[in-house]
């Protein structure tokens, strides 16, 4: 039993962080936290 309750929190921490990386992607934030300026894949994040 405890496997179970332990596989649904789990699931649902994973859930919770793909939906806040699709509202944030949504939004236009960066995904990785850094600056997009200095990074050397800046341009292929953020298409214009």
Known sequence: MAT???GI????VIFLA???LHKDK???KSL???KC????????CHKE
Do not use: T
Not at 9 to 12: F, P, R, S, T, Y
Not at 37 to 44: D, K, L, Q, V
């Open 32 to 34: 990785c936290g850094g």
């Open 4 to 6: 179970v309750i332990i």
């Open 9 to 12: 929190i789990v699931g649902l």
């Open 37 to 44: 300026s200095c990074c050397p894949n800046g341009c292929a």
């Open 18 to 20: 793909a939906r806040q």
């Open 26 to 28: 949504k939004k236009g």
